[in-house]
Structure formats: C-alpha cells, structure tokens
C-alpha cells in the first residue's frame, strides 16, 4: 500500500513538471512575439512568470538527460564490449536520480511571492533598560554588517537613540536582490544574556529585543485612501546636524481606520520623510492583511520554524558561553563575535532548510 502511495505521488509529481515545462516553453515561444513585446506591461508579467519557472525546468531536463543516459547505459551493457564502460555510466546515472528527485520536490514547493521584496526592519529595545536599548544597537549593527557583505543597500528611516548608544527603536530599509528570502525568519523576540557595561557588581543581565522584518510593497499592492491619513510636521531629533533641527521636515503619519503611526525624520527635506514614511504605512498595512492569510494557513498546518510572530522568543545571544541559539531549530553556534559582525549565513541557511522541509511534508500530506 505504501509502495503504491509513493508511486501515485511521483506520478503527480512527474505530471506537474510536465505541465510546467509546457506552460514554460510556451511562454519562450511568447516572450520572443513582437505584437506581445509592443504591450510592454504583459510582456514584464510574462517575462516575470518565464524567470519564475526557469530553474524548475532545467532541473527537470537535466533529471530526464540522467535517466535517459541511465536507459541507454543499460541497453549498452548488453554488449560485452561495451560493458565495463556502460557500467559505470549506468550506476553513476542512477545515483544521480534520487539527488535530482528531491530538488525538484523542494522546487515545486509553492515560492513565498514576497521572496524577492526588499524589507523594511524594525528593531525596539524590549526588557531590560539600557542594556536592552543597547542590544538594540548590537542587532542593528549585526543586520549592516550583512547587508554590506550582500552588497545590499541600507536607508535608516527613523531612530531614537539613547545616550549611551543604544536605541530604544530604529527603523530601516535594506533594498537587494532576495533581502527578504534570508531575512524573513529574523522576525520574533531576540535575548541576549550577558555582564552590561553599566553594571558593576559582573551580575549576568538577560535583556531582549523585537525584531520586526516586513516585505516592502509597491503602490499597486496597497491602496490607501489619502482622506484616511492625517499627516504631521516635526522638527527632527537627535543626530543630523543643525540644519535638520530648524525645519519642520521630520512627518508623522496617522493612518486613523487601524490607528498605525508611522515617523520618519532621517532625511533633509518634508517631501522625502513624507516619501519614505508612506513606503512604511503601506508595509504595515500589506502586514496586517498577509497575517491574516498566514493565520489561516497556520490553524491548518504550524511549521517549526515559525511565523515571526514578534512575541515569540527565537534566539538566545549567551556572551558567557560565546553561544548563540535558535530555539525553533535547536541549533546553537559559538563564534559570537564572527556572528555579531555579520557571518549569520549558516544559521539563516538552515533555517531555510528547516522551512523548506517542513512545508514539503505539509505537501506530502
């Protein structure tokens, strides 16, 4: 029964990469009509849908040019004198096949459409006092030195700064090709154990910090009706120098059906706050209506990894040990200071592993 319920599911499986490969060449023969090029906004979405399908399809065809080679390989050991060498072909076909199945079972996996967006990040100093507020400051230090490993732009859109350092919150966004694919699960409640500087008795401190990641959305995904929104003007705060401070140009935004504020103070002039802090309505506006649709996939199937829900604690940060852990994963890695200068890739890798497997068992089943 077992053995007939796999080979139903690769028959699925086989019969699903068929039909993509269809849709994808079809889609070449598409993309390459002048009459479809001269409409340029259903070229970009055809051209966007061909690019989505194209890693799919060439694992496909190189999976069918292994097990052809293996067929042939066969058929070849038949002959004495070509034997020993379609013998070798044959078992190193054959050993590719499985390898070969399970990445395309992880590739038809659904893709998260928001993969590919840029974030908007929102780091607050959670218990703890200062030495929370400097933590803050740590994981903001943490996220741009990756970002600048990435080659990814950072724009900081709002912060609060204490006087030691730390922030009580900082507000950023990191523009890149699939920011948000490995900083998605970065989202949760961040504890760092560890002596503060302030303190002089060298009691161990646990402090916290909220981690907010959210997929920036364009105009067309979000439409916010103007009359909704009650604007204000500021004077900026903190750093900048003195021609920030003389001017209105810090903006407040009241969006007053949900009751969202949003600040942003970062820039010289109205226009671009004004600017940046509309990006970040609409984030959090595209927030609320993605959590509702993650809230109903979640009351049918909870993943290890998590939702990033921000009052879920994620990661521990033990300075004594030199140890940081991600307690969805249950993996712990102990070069902190590497870590905190941004080498966080193994840890996000296998968080995407753990996505990844969890999501194909809920598939499976």
Partial sequence: MLRANKRKEEIDMFDKLEAVEKRYEELTKMIADPEVISNQSEWQKLMKEHAGMEEIVMKFREYKKAKQAMEEAEELMQDPDMKELAEEEYYNSKEQLPKLEEELKILLIPKDPDDDKNIMCEIRAGAGGEEAALFAGTLFRMYSMYAEKKHWKLEVLNENETGLGGYKEISFMITGKGVYSRLKFESGVHRVQRVPDTESSGRIHTSTATVAVLPVVED???????????????????????????????????????????????????????????????????????????????????????????????????????????????????QMENFLNGDID????????????ERLKGEEN
Avoid at 225 to 250: C, L, W, Y
Avoid at 347 to 353: F, G, V
């Fill in 220 to 334: 067309v995904e979000i439409e916010i009706n103007p009359a909704d929104i009650k604007m204000e003007v500021f004077r900026a705060s903190g750093a900048g120098g003195q021609h920030i401070n003389k001017t209105s140009s810090a903006v407040r935004l009241i969006h007053e059906p949900t009751g969202i504020v949003v600040e942003c103070q970062t820039e010289r002039s109205q226009f671009q706050n004004k600017d940046n802090a509309m990006k970040m309505l609409r984030t959090k506006l595209y927030e609320i209506e993605k959590e509702k649709q993650d809230n109903e996939i979640a009351s049918s199937r909870k993943t290890q990894v998590g939702s990033g829900d921000r009052s879920e604690k994620i990661r521990t940060y033990n300075y004594p040990q030199g140890r940081i852990t991600d307690h969805r994963i249950g993996m712990s890695i102990y």
């Fill in 346 to 357: 193994e840890m996000i890798d296998n968080l995407i592993t753990a996505d990844r497997a």
